[in-house]
């Protein structure tokens, strides 16, 4: 039998790499994880946790404008760009440490570099000490995802991505935002909340695509609402860079939009690059992911992919649920699938936005005859201040079952119940269950159990 220097080694250090890697270790296994940036991954370092800092900063404004409707007085209140960048880099240390620590206490050797295949069994590391090789019985690919540039507009080498934003030395007065999903309109609206003049541009009719049409409008509606400047069905023609500094985006439609910084948030690829998948004879799939079965193995025996690089579900939740799964799979004797379908969601826009299950369009399509039940209303907090903002909550409901197939909130708090109304939806509770839950009051979330006239569009209603 032959000998290795690992019974796993393991590409990648975020958040479904150390998972997979900690619980193999647990298990017996001696475990290695290579990473070549900062333990920790998207989520931790460059993604969901610093942004969600960035989200809770941004949202002060909105807060002191309802706070004033209540009788407060709020006077001279300013933003530190640069404190908060230094808090936040802090608290992502702490956090990259507790990654790092609790990969050693499991017992996983932590090796800092690019790791590539040299073959199936064999991999090369490369880091600021030089080059190591090192092989495995076992290897799981957890490289994640990476920021995608478009190659055919003239001047993109001035633009920002998503992973840069949370760096900017000084922000910027104003800002253009490429791109119409979640990514470009959660970091539109922390700028634009932490007082930058921003334009939203995507080359779509509206913003979101693949979510629900209702949740799609009712946020675009909001957006404007708070004042965020959305340019849709524009498509950048080039940037150009002034003597000055200042970069201007040429957009179809003759516009052009001067700003001090560009970002492109128009989409994310599998990081399978320089991996040398070919030197292991790893397939890819017609998106350019690793390709794996439903236990994410890939097509050769002893290699699985889990988290972004698979690209069926870029999630940190899902990396990290898929991870467990491959533990249990091969180091405890348990085969495990992770179940992909109704995995709640969250856009963390200003509005937020929190879905689980089908859309409407998609329940039409699976099961034909579907009822709808929906409200907007003004939420109790914002109504007594005087805002016009709307909350929308969509419930989406099988006609020959009765059950909950799809949730959909927009507003305050939204992603929050989501993740509570993810588990009816889960277990497969019929509207007449979730009716029979009494009431939680006041509040916004009881909207979600009183439903009770369907929703039928104007189109049908005039027929």
């Not at 933003?79 to 608290?91: A, G, N, S, V, Y």
């Not at 969250?346 to 929906?374: N, W």
């Amino acid at each position: 039998m032959a000998q290795y220097d690992y019974d796993l080694f393991v590409i990648g250090a975020g958040s479904g790499g150390v998972r997979a890697a900690r619980l193999a270790a647990m298990s017996g296994a001696r475990v290695a994880v290579a990473e070549e940036y900062r333990v920790g991954g998207t989520c931790v370092i460059r993604g969901c946790v610093p942004k969600k800092f960035m989200v809770y900063a941004s949202e002060f404004p909105h807060d002191f404008d309802i706070a004033r409707g209540y009788g407060w007085t709020i006077e001279n209140a300013r933003f530190d760009w640069r404190r908060f960048l230094m808090t936040k880099d802090q608290e992502i240390s702490r956090l990259s440490g507790i990654y790092t620590a609790n990969l050693a206490k499991a017992g996983a050797d932590l090796v800092y570099g690019t790791a590539r295949f040299v073959d199936p069994h064999t991999l090369e590391v490369t880091g600021k000490d030089g080059k190591r090789t090192v092989t495995a019985e076992k290897i799981l690919i957890a490289a994640g995802a990476r920021p995608k540039l478009p190659d055919d507009v003239p001047g993109i080498e001035h633009v920002i991505t998503s992973e840069e934003a949370f760096h900017l030395p000084e922000l910027p007065k104003r800002m253009v935002i490429v791109g119409g999903g979640y990514i470009a309109v959660e970091f539109a609206c922390i700028f634009h909340g932490l007082g930058v003049d921003v334009t939203l541009v995507y080359r779509g009719s509206n913003l979101l695509r693949g979510f629900d049409e209702d949740v799609r409008a009712h946020l675009a509606d909001e957006l404007r609402r708070r004042g965020l400047k959305v340019a849709l069905s524009c498509q950048h023609e080039r940037i150009e860079k002034r003597a000055d500094g200042v970069l201007v985006s040429h957009v179809s439609e003759g516009l052009k939009l001067e700003s001090e910084v560009v970002m492109f948030a128009t989409g994310r690829e599998p990081h399978v690059k320089d991996l040398g998948l070919d030197k292991a004879g790893v397939k890819l799939n017609d998106k350019g992911a690793v390709a794996v079965d439903d236990y994410s193995r890939t097509n050769v025996e002893h290699i699985w992919a889990v988290g972004d690089v698979t690209d069926r579900m870029a999630l940190t939740p899902v990396a990290i649920r898929e991870a467990q799964a491959f533990a249990e799979t091969v180091y405890r004797g348990r085969p495990t699938a992770f179940d992909h379908a109704d995995v709640p969601t969250a856009v963390f826009s200003q509005p937020p936005v929190g879905v689980v299950g089908l859309s409407e369009s998609q329940a039409r399509h699976k099961y034909g005859e579907v009822d709808i039940y929906m409200t907007r209303f003004r939420a109790m907090k914002t109504l007594f201040a005087g805002s016009e903002e709307r909350m929308l909550m969509k419930l989406v409901v099988e006609r020959a079952t009765d059950k909950v197939v799809g949730c959909h909130i927009v507003g305050q708090d939204g992603p929050e119940m989501i993740q509570m109304a993810a588990i009816a939806v889960k277990a497969g509770l019929t509207k007449a269950q979730w009716d029979a839950t009494c009431a939680l009051h006041p509040s916004a979330s009881e909207e979600l159990v009183t439903l009770r006239e369907k929703y039928v569009p104007q189109e049908l209603a005039a027929e």
